[in-house]
């Protein structure tokens, strides 16, 4: 379980990272790379956002929990008693600021990413059209 946690996470990194770099590399114009690259990395970033909430969910399935009954004795009925700590834990891990407004924040901080990317393609190519013209 753990495994496929890290490696969707892993993936979505990537996702995140190198898809301006690779549009860049590809001497995309920037409305095409801003297209591909935002389009991209929201929907890495709400799968993100999303995926521990689910995994929480789906680990505490797995355990027995039932997150709908009404105390803590009917929720654990199922759980061995060797898990209830556990259990317990991951329950109430899942509070706290919900998965839509953790996209929301990590969109606005990210967003902009393929624009600096850009810029400093951009950047370099001035630089070296200059450097290249001096030498000459």
Known sequence: ??????????????TIVFTPVY???????????????????????????????????????LLGYDPFGFSE??????????????????YWSNMGVGWPLKALIWMVILLPYPSIVWLFKFSYKKLMNKFCAKNT
């Not at 379980?1 to 990537?14: H, I, R």
């Not at 004795?73 to 991951?90: D, F, S, W």
Request: with cysteine; net charge positive.
């Open 23 to 61: 549009c860049v590399y590809k001497s995309y114009s920037y409305l095409k790379l801003y297209l591909i690259s935002a389009s991209l990395i929201s929907l890495a970033i709400i799968s993100g956002a999303y995926w521990p909430h689910f995994y929480t969910g789906m680990r505490l399935d």
């Open 73 to 90: 004795c009917e929720r654990l009925k199922k759980v061995a008693p060797e898990m209830r700590g556990i259990a317990t834990q991951l």
């Open 1 to 14: 379980m753990e495994f496929l946690d890290l490696s969707v996470k892993l993936l979505m990194l990537l």
